[in-house]
């Protein structure tokens, strides 16, 4: 199904227009993770800004998005809970300088060792992800200041829109490529909702909304309600009565709460900073790590996605690099830190964005609404939005993996099952493609390890020659040195390596065990056909090897050991 996206070569109409159809759908994205985060919403706006704007400029890989994400969110909670908000900036501004000393050590290469089946598994938990993500644009504030999701007329109201917005998805494209079919679904959508909120009775709206379309405005609203009356919760240390409730969810002010605000600044501006010391970066220094690797791995696993539906290829190193920068920078400037966004990234691609341009124009319409257009924006209905995700869900779940039972390797399944369950699960994308290389790893190591195995033959001098097929490392160490019996063998013994490669020092440490079992038993033993790396690690070993490198021309040795 990554087959949907490609639409379009690249070109500046379609990158232009693009980045103002990620503008749109970054607004309820960035605001809902500062809420996960702790944070105000125009954090999570400023953060948007600064990432998607340098990952664009810096980054390795033309037509990703970057922005502030769930992931990082998660991790900087408990952070800010602990320590304050002070301490989020600079461990944001750590956290890029560890992303950019990955990337001047030219480490980002090391996502070429994800395994399909890994990324088959990461791409459709995403897509659950993503689908379950959705699900909160159906809530609405309740009488007891918690969000439920809504019914009645809203409800079907509201699906009828998302319906709507997919049929211009999906039709558009068969009629004109002129215009990214997600922007125009957004502004027809938008164009029905104002004139739905505009004339239609207020019994239709679901209990508590003053709209009968919910609008990014009133999603702001409900969660900065939702928020008010968990706050007043811990502060009170008890369940709410009624009244405490109304009077949490009155505090807030709705005609406060939007996206408007002014140019970002620099944090120690406006809060106290942290002092210098090595308490400080105690503190910090576990947060930035973990903020560090859960970005590059969600970065570099998006450029690897994007890289395969544009059928182009970004440069891992150079991305770690910009990712880095722009957390620097977005720390400096009082940001929330964040990564590569997959479903903002699906969203350009599918809308013909692949050039830089179409990043930048993201990330300086999304500035403009902060500064200019906020109440414009604050209109677009929540159902033009969800209903965007929803193709975009669509178009990234691999559904030719239903039918690969029995088709593949049984490990690959359980790999493929095992990371996109736990990225259900567990949210996590990050820890998932780790788990899921580990998992691929001890497969690869296991099947390797039963691999090796000797065909046995004698040469003309009764000389019995050991034919080794297979690797041989710490997992198969085991069975080579299973397969010989010094003291039934003839009095000279050849190993042929001809077939087979030693990679690692559990090899030589077998080997030498070998060697030394035939000279107790007074047998002279030769090691042929050693390739030049393990004739360069027995080398490097030296005393802790005792195996002298000679020549041979009977026998083509390039080992020998003499018992």
Not at 310 to 333: K, S, Y
Request: glycine share 10%.
């Amino acid at each position: 199904m990554l087959n949907f996206f490609r639409r379009r070569p690249r070109n500046l109409k379609d990158d232009v227009l693009s980045g103002i159809t990620v503008a749109l759908a970054l607004v309820p994205e960035a605001v809902a993770f500062a809420f996960v985060a702790g944070v105000s919403p125009i954090i999570g706006l400023y953060s948007a800004f600064f990432l998607g704007l340098l990952t664009a400029l810096l980054g390795g890989r033309p037509g990703m998005i970057s922005g502030a994400t769930g992931a990082m969110a998660v991790v900087v909670v408990t952070l800010i809970a602990q320590h304050g908000i002070e301490y989020l900036f600079p461990t944001v501004v750590l956290c890029g300088l560890i992303q950019v000393a990955v990337g001047l050590g030219r480490l980002g290469m090391l996502i070429r060792m994800v395994p399909h089946s890994v990324m088959l598994g990461f791409v459709n938990g995403l897509a659950i992800v993503i689908l379950m993500a959705q699900f909160g644009s159906f809530k609405v504030i309740g009488a007891d200041g918690m969000l439920h999701f809504m019914s009645g007329p809203a409800l079907w109201l509201m699906l009828g829109l998302v319906a709507s917005t997919m049929a211009i998805i999906w039709l558009l494209p068969k009629l004109t490529s002129a215009v990214p079919a997600s922007l125009a679904a957004i502004l027809s959508v938008t164009l029905i909702a104002a004139g739905v909120n505009h004339y239609a009775p207020q019994s239709l709206a679901a209990p508590g909304q003053s709209s009968v379309v919910i609008t990014v405005k009133d999603m702001l609203v409900n969660q900065s309600q939702s928020a008010a009356v968990q706050s007043a919760a811990a502060a009170h240390g008890a369940s709410l009565d009624e009244t405490q409730i109304n009077e949490a969810i009155a505090g807030v002010d709705a005609e406060q709460v939007g996206i408007s605000a002014g140019l970002p600044r620099p944090f120690f501006l406006d809060y106290v900073m942290p002092p210098l010391t090595w308490a400080t970066l105690w503190i910090i220094g576990p947060y930035a790590l973990v903020l560090a690797g859960v970005g590059l791995i969600e970065s570099l696993m998006t450029l690897t996605l994007i890289d395969e539906i544009t059928e182009t290829r970004g440069r891992g190193n150079r991305e770690c690099i910009g990712q880095g920068v722009a957390n620097i920078t977005c720390g400096l400037f009082g940001g929330m830190g964040g990564c590569a966004m997959i479903g903002q990234s699906l969203i350009n691609v599918n809308s013909g964005g692949r050039g830089r341009t179409s990043g930048i124009t993201a990330a300086v319409c999304l500035l403009l609404f902060v500064l200019f257009l906020a109440p414009w924006i604050e209109m677009i209905p929540m159902a033009a939005l969800v209903g965007v995700m929803f193709m975009v869900v669509i178009g990234t779940f691999e559904w030719a993996t239903l039918k690969m039972w029995r088709r593949v390797p049984a490990a690959d399944m359980l790999v493929m099952v095992l990371v996109a369950g736990y990225t259900v699960v567990m949210h996590d994308l990050a820890t998932a493609v780790v788990l899921g290389v580990i998992v691929s790893a001890l497969v690869f190591t296991w099947q390797h390890a039963t691999h090796v195995f000797a065909d046995v033959k004698f040469n003309e001098h009764g000389s019995k020659i050991y034919q080794l097929h297979g690797p041989l490392f710490f997992a198969s160490v085991r069975s080579f040195c299973d397969m010989f019996d010094p003291a039934a063998d003839p009095a000279d013994v050849v190993i042929d390596f001809y077939y087979s490669r030693v990679y690692d020092q559990s090899g030589l440490e077998a080997i030498n065990a070998v060697a030394e079992r035939y000279e107790k038993a007074g047998k002279c033993l030769h090691l042929t056909h050693l390739s030049p790396e393990c004739r360069q690690l027995l080398h490097r070993a030296g005393d802790l090897v005792e195996v002298n490198l000679s020549e041979d021309p009977q026998y083509h040795v390039a080992t020998e050991r003499m018992g």
